[in-house]
């Protein structure tokens, strides 16, 4: 079940019309947990049992902090560290444990042991939500909660359950608390937040997909032009596939009274690489800053020890997003670019405030090296990467599509990029009057359809 097929549209509608009839907020939060449970089960039933081990593993961690909070801080991490190896154990398992045998047996020349495991699906943004909520108890920002459904409910909450945005505890608990109001929800906001973003997805994300798949699957049959058409689609497809998503999953949210953060800040006009991750994926950006790199020491001790935690982290950081040396390598690219661009700034002695000032030739060099790292976060292998960037070498005009129409479909994407940074979507809705609302939404919807593509491609962030 994805929100651009029609059975999203039954199932949400049901699960609302119930939800805002119900007058007990623990009642509302056991339905919405149930529709949560049937959400995940259309995927795959089965690993509703995995996800229960998370939260139980979860409620029983962040249980027993809050009644230790005066013991000695080496019982508690103690504590802390056995729900971490719980929670990174199962993601372990079932993300990587392939691809650690292979690199053994690579490494060792050993006979390879490889498991038919299937990946659940949502399975890191789940665990990052339980890490997350047992260090911030450790940490005593947050008084847990006793009560079991709303740890349930914070890790199952299907908006963002299977590709984010990664939610904090200390944001979704205290909304839990609350009987939601009908009237305070702002639904002409959210219905043009989710239909943006399923303009993102179901008419631009997949529709780009038939110049991505071919080009990547088989990079040597094609030239430098198919390469440029390839990566650049790529680069658009990734952006409005994810962003399109999380557009959905914060509108969805919010007709159910709960407020998600932003996810995405039009990352493709960020004026340097740190600007960028301040607008990419945000809740993975400061999710690694607050729980890995500021752990690790963050900017303390000097610009060496700096450059090795933004290393570290991005490695990681690839690492997250798929069990593969290209995702890493992916991660490395944008290490190396955030090492260059803090020395640059350091060089320039530039300040914090301007990180986001705008710059044309910022912005180019920030969205070349940007589109350059997505060769190797697609790519199956490193030889296809490397195919890829020779396909450069090599001057031809594209087969995929004829360029007399890839050329202004791009202009016409980077002048919607840019023009919907300037638009206020909630100021937009709050202004238009319910009729005039209600008629352009329709006509939207209308136009929109014959762009659809017919065949629902999947979330390319399900896979992580």
């Known amino acids: 079940m994805i929100f651009t097929d029609w059975t999203f549209f039954v199932f949400f509608a ?3 019309l119930v939800y805002w009839d119900i007058p007990s907020n623990s009642w509302r939060k056991i339905w919405l947990l149930a529709a949560s449970c049937v959400f995940y089960a259309a995927w795959d039933w089965r690993f509703l049992g995995l996800v229960l081990l998370v939260i139980v593993n979860t409620y029983i961690v962040t249980l ?19 729900g971490i190896v719980t929670s ?3 993601l372990g398992f079932f993300k990587y444990f392939n691809f650690f045998a292979g690199t053994i047996s690579s490494v060792f020349g050993a006979p390879r042991l490889v498991v038919d495991i299937l990946l659940p699906v949502g399975i890191s943004f789940y665990t990052f939500h339980s890490l997350s909520y047992m260090i911030d108890t450790y940490r005593r920002k947050i008084i847990p909660t006793r009560n079991v ?11 963002q359950l299977v590709a984010g945005p990664i939610v904090r505890a200390t944001d979704l608990l205290p909304q839990m608390r609350e009987l939601r109001s009908l009237s305070g929800v702002d639904a002409r906001h959210y219905l043009l937040m989710f239909l943006v973003g399923y303009f993102k997805k179901a ?24 390469a440029l058409l390839a990566v650049l689609s790529y680069t658009t497809q990734i952006y409005c596939d994810f962003s399109g998503y999380t557009d959905m999953a914060i509108a969805v949210a919010g007709l159910l009274g709960y407020q998600l953060k932003p996810n995405f800040n039009h990352p493709y006009l960020a004026a340097n690489l ?13 999710w690694l800053r607050d729980y890995l790199y500021f752990p690790l020491g963050g900017n303390r001790g000097g610009s060496w020890m700096q450059a090795r935690n933004i290393a570290i982290t991005m490695l990681l950081g690839g690492f997250w997003h798929g069990a593969a040396w290209t995702f890493v390598a992916w991660g490395g690219l944008h290490g190396v670019g955030l090492i260059g661009c803090h020395a640059w700034r350091r060089w320039q002695k530039h300040s914090d405030r301007d990180v986001g000032a705008y710059s044309l030739a910022g912005n180019l060099i920030t969205f070349s090296w940007v589109t350059f790292a997505w060769i190797f ?20 005009l594209p087969t995929l599509a004829p360029w007399q129409y890839a050329v202004p479909a791009a202009a016409a994407l980077v002048a919607l990029h840019v023009s919907f940074y300037r638009l206020d979507l909630k100021a937009i809705a709050a202004k238009t009057h319910d009729g005039v609302f209600a008629a352009f939404y329709g006509a939207a919807v209308a136009v929109l359809l014959p762009f659809i593509n017919v065949k629902m491609e999947p979330f390319i962030y399900f896979q992580f």
């Not at 459904?149 to 908006?159: G, K, N, Q, S």
């Not at 600007?275 to 809740?283: N, V």
Request: hydrophobic share 45%.
């Open 14 to 16: 049901a699960v609302s």
């Open 64 to 82: 027993t902090l809050t009644l230790t909070r005066k013991a000695d801080d080496r019982h508690r991490r103690a504590i802390l560290t056995a």
């Open 88 to 90: 990174l154990g199962v």
């Open 149 to 159: 459904v709303d740890v349930a409910l914070y890790i199952l909450f299907f908006p």
């Open 203 to 226: 008419v631009i994300s997949d529709n780009v997909v038939r110049f991505v798949d071919p080009f990547f699957s088989h990079p040597a049959q094609y030239g430098g032009g198919d």
């Open 274 to 286: 740190i600007d960028f991750w301040r607008r990419w994926h945000i809740s993975l950006s400061f």
């Open 377 to 396: 976060f697609r790519a199956t292998s490193f030889t296809d990467a490397r195919t890829i960037i020779q396909c450069f070498g090599s001057f031809s």
